[in-house]
């Protein structure tokens, strides 16, 4: 077991050595300077995930409704930035989530 945490260690460096990562980290940064932007941007952030996991028959004019709400928010540049830095972190996170999950071939199939 060590060596498979030490691995998952090496990857987490890795990530953090990326050019992706230092974008986010950078934005993420730029974002904390400004106290109210940061809270209402996690405001949006944690409504849109729960609307995104726990989906209904409306879930699209939940987040379109949410998304109107919070305009002002997620079209400032400095939240806009933190918010397309943090898709590209997570969608590389994915990426070898996807990769270790299909190499084991673990079941997911309850998931669907």
């Known amino acids: 077991m060590f060596e498979i945490e030490s691995k998952a260690r090496e990857l987490s460096e ?3 050595s990326s050019d992706i990562y230092s974008k986010y980290d950078s934005a993420r940064r730029k974002l904390e300077e400004d106290a109210e932007l940061l ?7 944690k409504r849109r995930f729960y609307i995104q996991n ?3 028959e409306n879930m699209q004019n939940s987040i379109n409704q949410l998304i109107s ?3 002002h928010v997620i079209n400032n540049q400095t939240a806009k930035e933190f918010l397309d830095a943090e898709y590209l972190l997570c969608r ?21």
Request: charged residues 30%; without cysteine; proline residues 3%.
């Open 39 to 45: 809270r209402n941007l996690n405001e949006y952030r």
């Open 69 to 71: 709400e919070f305009n």
């Open 54 to 56: 726990n989906p209904d």
């Open 92 to 112: 590389e996170v994915r990426k070898v989530t996807s990769i270790i999950a299909e190499s084991i071939e673990m079941d997911m199939n309850f998931l669907e």
């Open 14 to 16: 890795l990530i953090v």
